[in-house]
């Protein structure tokens, strides 16, 4: 097995780099976030960074990059209070990939890459039609990361859009049946396929598949 030290990784040349240290942390979830600003423009820009912090309150958080690399959604979010997250499915895959380009900040994403703004009363951020799963945030709290001058942005679901049919009776969301996608590094992205399904684990219990 090779060993990389943090100096050899630190030495290799910047997007080959990126890709690798992307990557370590596996496959994670493809979501589109929408936002607008105080005059009413839509941004939208695709994240693979959204995380889950808790049921009661329901709180979910992303990471947003240095201000100078990716400002618009968060000066958005910060502008309203907020925000939508949908997720992508492998129909829109490419067009939600697109939406990482530096478009500026007079740009509507969602007329630039072709997906469709639904706007949900009362709600003031919009939606990604397309998606089969779509929830509604209002700010919580912006946590700066000054190690890496990243932000970690914390909301609050205030209402969720999602096809009643992938809902199990437990609350168990099939997300293979909703064809949420997930990605790997930059670029790729994956469809699922379920391993299997364990019950609640306990000491000196075998192990239940559902």
């Not at 370590?24 to 976030?33: V, W």
């Not at 009413?40 to 049921?55: D, K, R, T, W, Y």
Request: net charge negative.
């Amino acid at each position: 097995m090779q060993h990389l030290s943090i100096q050899t990784i630190q030495s290799w040349e910047r997007f080959y780099r990126a890709n690798f240290v992307n990557c370590l942390s596996g496959f994670k979830a493809a979501n589109l976030i929408g936002t607008v600003n105080a005059e009413g423009q839509p941004n939208l820009a695709i994240f693979s960074s959204v995380i889950h912090l808790g049921s009661d309150p329901a709180l979910i958080g992303y990471i947003n990059r240095p201000l100078a690399a990716a400002p618009h959604t968060i000066e958005n979010i910060k502008a309203t209070g907020v925000y939508t997250i949908n997720h992508v499915s492998s129909t829109i895959v490419a067009k939600a990939h697109q939406t990482s380009a530096k478009y500026d900040q007079e740009i509507n994403e969602f007329e630039a890459v072709g997906l469709a703004t639904k706007f949900i009363h009362p709600i003031q951020a919009p939606f990604v039609e397309e998606s089969e799963i779509k929830y509604a945030l209002k700010l919580v709290e912006i946590v700066h990361i000054t190690h890496n001058n990243t932000f970690l942005v914390i909301g609050e679901i205030t209402d969720v859009f999602i096809n009643e049919s992938v809902v199990l009776e437990d609350g168990f969301i099939d997300l293979e049946k909703a064809d949420s996608i997930s990605c790997l590094g930059l670029d790729a992205y994956f469809t699922t396929n379920r391993i299997a399904r364990y019950g609640y684990a306990k000491p000196d219990m075998p192990v239940k598949e559902l």
